[in-house]
């Protein structure tokens, strides 16, 4: 069976991989924003009965995640970064290779699951823990603080997309309050991203190595 | 009352962005006093909060609220002699001035009157909010206000420090929001239908759906147990609590530990009435355990003071988890482990900060002879190292007490006995550091032992010298001059009273508030 929703999270899913493969920053930086539009769009597909309220929100999520958030990175690093190479610790290849199997483990756990209420789409909780770990892998994988940032964005929109499963019904002002706070939280990754160039010259994590036992 | 206590401090800390910093320092005091006062009134009248879905007036939220209303006023009585001298310190050391960083710390004050009180504002929406996403987004915000506050010495290491709280806090409590979601799938599943907040979900408990519900517990407890310095999710913690002002990392310690520690107190309290509260019992156990292992092993090859008495908060952290885990009595001594620890704590980190400015150095090898040198602060700092390792007048020691009780009772043997042998390495290891700051020998101390030897050789063969006399004075001076101010010692002197006070003599209200706390999981039995 075929849902329009699938189409629409076959491209997430991609995005992630896209991702993983990508070895410069502003190419990551798009499919970050990408898979943000996407994401954000999801919703729209799964809801029944649609308000101008929920239809509004949903807009203000995409604005957000797929133009806001992403711009502001990339004119950061227009402004900061010399080397734009993600400078990962586990190469592109075995990062594809993983993500591959990341998929097949997701499918094989979202049917031991008993999901509820996901009625209409097969793909919705597959995608959802592949994002999201996708996301945890460049966190931990890439030394670039930039790629970290993008990783902890991805992950965002995974747990977003967790979040659709269930019916969160009228609590758009709590799900706007989450948004707030991860925009809030990328503004202050950013002027870290920063005095992290000032002081080092770089933005290589590898640099963050003074304080230990 | 309610909207006044997250409101106010927040539009005070976007002013304190741009008023001179002077101002500031007193608007910060002045916040403080009202919160202070607002918190005791909102104890006494507990009037509903409005947006009754979302925010809710809880025995354990209020406990946390007064702690951390006079955590704040006492800490920003002592921020006022403590940015004062922090700014004479870099304005008379030249090496600051050639490189800039002087005026940037000057800069950085009005960031950090302002960042604090965003946090007390963010805090104490974490103690007033009931729903779980609400939660959330407060202990979150407490994240992004307190980064801030960690880089305010704008040097390598406190980047470094501020970076790793940010990344390693953030993705943690972004597990906290994947479990919420999934208690709220719990309740689809379940298909119960009340608003999801922590109250509503306590209630109709035991129709969520089980394995939903054992889930999301485990992912909240590894999110907010990373933010409460829970091992091995503590990585961030040491490291911020060292490089942080001393003000800053009492704040840190005093009390937003307790903050995310509310968060697993209240979903282990819905896992209780579910039924599941030996699941969640045995996990907190175990990683309260882990966490005291982690700091016991730490503690005795520690190297700095402020990384000491941060190891000693991730033992204390994991105290209260194990006493949560266990249940009942333990529950009781876990909360009076609570309140304890942020009082002592903070009177350790402020006192931490006299040491900073008078020894100029955060080594333990390069510190000594307190007693002699700064024997007002030597008297905070030993009586509250008596207190956090657990020494009888003090309330940690009757909390510990009541946890190892409730352990035997229980039948939880090995844990206990895990948990006595792990506390007596920590008291062993804490005072020999301890002994060695207190009564070691000094290079400041040499320096003036030394000099005063030549003087009274010099004394002896030249009979009187008024020049030599002259020299003697400046000595006692010189000494006298690493001791602060008294605005940066009282402070610490009533953060402990208060705790011995509490030991004694419990207000009725306080008494029955912590047994409400108590009650839903098990009260004492």
Redesign the interface.
Known sequence: MLYSVDTVLSFALLASLFALGSSRLPGLIKIVGFQGIVVSMVPIFIEHNITSSAVTFYMFTMTIRGIIIPLAIYLLIKKIAIRREVQPIIGYHASLFAGLMLIVASSIINHKL????TTNSVLLMPTAITI?VTG?FI?MARRN?IA?VLG?LM??NG?YL??T????GT?HI??F??L??VL??VM??AI?LE??KQ??DDVD?A?????K? | MVKTLIILPFIAGIIAFFIPKKAGRKLLVAIGLIHLIASILLWVERPTPPFPDYFAITPEGLLSLLVISLLFFLISIYSQGYLKAEEQHLLSDHENLISNTGIETIKAEKIFIGSILIFLSTMTMVTLSDHIMVMWIAIEATTLASAPLIYFHRTAASLEATWKYVIICSVGIAMALLGSIFIAIAMDVGQVNAPVSFSALTSVAKHLDPIWLKTGFVFILVGYGTKMGLAPMHTWLPDAHSEAPSPASALLSGVLLNCAYLGIFKTNKIMHEAGLGDFSGNILMTFGLISIIAAATFILKQTEYKRLLAYSSIENMGIIAFGTGIGGMGVYGALLCLIHHSLIKSSLFLTSGNMLLGYGTKLIKETGNMVKLMPKSFVAFFAGFAGIAGFPPFGIFIGEFFIIMAAFRSGHFVAAGIFILTLCIIFAGFSNQMMKISFGPSDHDNDTANFSKIQMDKIRSYRVDIHNKIDIGKISTDKKHMEQKLSMILPQYLLLLTSIILCFWMPDSLYQTIMNAVASMGGLK
């Open positions: 008993a999901l509820p209420a999201l945890m966190l603080a970290m902890y992950m965002e747990i967790v979040g499963t269930f019916s969160m609590h709590v799900e309050g989450i707030l706070d809030a939280g202050i990754m870290m005095n992290m002081k080092f994590t640099f963050l190595s003074e304080l036992e």
